[in-house]
């Protein structure tokens, strides 16, 4: 972080902790750092006034661009995303169908097939985004396993669309692919909606048969806290109208709006090569810091969805004096915290992400790890883990 942003850390006049981030583009540490595109569109819009339904219309055919897609909106999260598609698979352009939902759904498609694989929580239960819309989920397959025939099956007169996540969190075998899981649904008429919220390519989604593709606005993009949906035209309207509905609680003001068109035309821009350079510096200063340490082995892996980017994994050994989970908990409580992808601690690895660095924070990151290791108050963390995330959680706000 350079001195100028030093200077103008709001965190310290809120009382907030100056955390370096290692995790990635988590929704819980902020997401990601907002491009200067996006902050300048955002403070430029602030002070006017727009007609919000006109500045979505400007949004669309960038989104669209963008995305590959036929017309596009923005709205409050991912999650939102989720539940508009399918609120608007069921009623379509309906006003009064979409007035009804989500509890009176007489005469409406409900039936939401997803495969058991993907029904992950991302900090709410990806089903919930379904039942919010007044659907019901259809569970297709097994943990471990889905197959063609069964997603076939799970479709009759009552479905109105079909989810699929792309995450790191679902399970990453035994699941059909998008591509087969598109076909079977495009021969019997059914939408497929895809949740890539955290997914790096704008385009190959809707390439492989989706109907619509929900991203993030401010995740790889950097713009402001948003979800995009983009896609077939008919169902993008479709989706856009449950504004009239349960998404009028899901709705972006018009800095949202121009401030992820600003990160869209930016992203077109981007040195991604450039990028991928920095962050890979990164790696190999972490991984160079810990093969000197015993009871850790550290490994550069890839993105499990096929993202462009890579992380460092960390697999952390008893005779190291610490857990995965102890460990984690170390870095985050030290000075400054270091925040790590902590999400399968209870297999002995965390991973570290270089997408949300600032400049000169993976030489403190190195450090902090380095120091942490080396020093003999493992045992303070030793019932570190997700119950005490729980217990915080539930004496907010103090």
């Not at 955390?19 to 006017?48: C, D, F, K, R, W």
């Not at 979409?98 to 495969?115: N, Y």
């Amino acid at each position: 972080m350079n001195d100028k942003v030093k200077d103008h850390d709001i965190r310290a006049k809120l009382g907030l902790r100056p955390i370096i981030n290692v995790s990635g583009t988590m929704t819980a540490l902020g997401a990601s750092i907002i491009v200067p595109e996006a902050i300048n569109a955002m403070a430029a819009i602030a002070p006017q006034f727009v007609e919000i339904d006109a500045l979505h219309r400007k949004a669309s055919p960038v989104i669209a661009r963008l995305t590959g897609g036929e017309a596009g909106f923005v709205t409050a999260s991912c999650a939102s995303g989720i539940a508009l598609a399918i609120a608007g698979a069921m009623t379509r352009d309906d006003l009064l169908a979409i007035e009804r939902l989500p509890d009176d759904t007489r005469g409406l498609k409900t039936e939401v097939p997803i495969q058991i694989g993907h029904i992950v929580n991302y900090g709410a239960p990806v089903d919930q985004s379904i039942r919010l819309a007044g659907g019901t989920v259809v569970p297709v397959g097994t943990i471990s396993s889905s197959y063609g025939y069964q997603l076939e099956n799970a479709i009759n007169e009552r479905t109105a669309a079909a989810l699929y996540v792309v995450s790191h969190h679902t399970v990453q075998y035994g699941m059909i692919p998008l591509k087969e899981f598109a076909a079977i649904c495009r021969a019997k008429n059914v939408p497929v909606i895809v949740d890539a919220a955290s997914e790096y390519d704008l385009k190959g989604f809707l390439a492989q048969g989706a109907d619509i593709v929900i991203y993030s606005g401010h995740k790889f993009l950097g713009g402001p806290t948003t979800g995009i949906v983009a896609g077939r035209k008919d169902l993008v309207r479709a989706a856009y109208l449950q504004n009239r509905g349960v998404g009028r609680g899901m709705k972006v003001g018009k800095e949202s709006i121009a401030g992820v068109m600003a990160a869209l035309e930016a992203w077109e821009k981007r040195d991604h090569a450039g990028i991928r350079k920095r962050e890979r510096q990164a790696l190999d200063l972490w991984l160079s810091t810990l093969q000197a340490i015993p009871g850790v082995v550290a490994e550069i892996v890839p993105d499990p969805t096929n993202n462009p980017l890579d992380r460092l994994k960390l697999s952390v050994h008893p005779d190291s004096g610490f857990s995965a989970a102890s460990l984690a908990a170390a870095l985050a409580t030290g000075d400054p915290p270091v925040i790590v992808r902590d999400h399968e601690t209870e297999r002995g690895h965390f991973y570290l992400d270089p997408c949300n660095l600032h400049p000169g924070e993976a030489e403190i990151v190195a450090g902090r790890l380095s120091g942490t290791l080396r020093s003999s108050n493992a045992a303070r963390f030793a019932e570190a883990g997700k119950e005490r995330n729980f217990k915080a959680l539930l004496t907010w706000p103090d």
